[in-house]
């Protein structure tokens, strides 16, 4: 979690925004990423709820997207 970083609840996920805005190329990099402590950047990839579905293809998903947008 990054909320020790960011000194803030929970930021949003990479898949609630996209879940949000319709698709994962829908998102620009300053949409998910936040600056914290240090200028350490974060971002959460997000996945499904515990139990149900395969939380490795968020992950998946979340990484394509940052190489994508040269992160």
């Not at 990099?29 to 939380?55: F, Q, W």
Request: charged share 25%; hydrophobic share 40%.
């Amino acid at each position: 979690s990054t909320r020790l970083i960011l000194h803030a609840k929970a930021q949003d996920t990479i898949l609630s925004l996209a879940a949000s805005a319709g698709s994962v190329e829908d998102l620009e990099l300053e949409d998910v990423m936040k600056v914290g402590y240090k200028d350490i950047r974060c971002v959460e990839s997000g996945g499904p709820e515990p139990g149900v579905g395969c939380a490795g293809r968020g992950v998946i998903t979340s990484i394509n997207f940052l190489e994508e947008n040269g992160a």
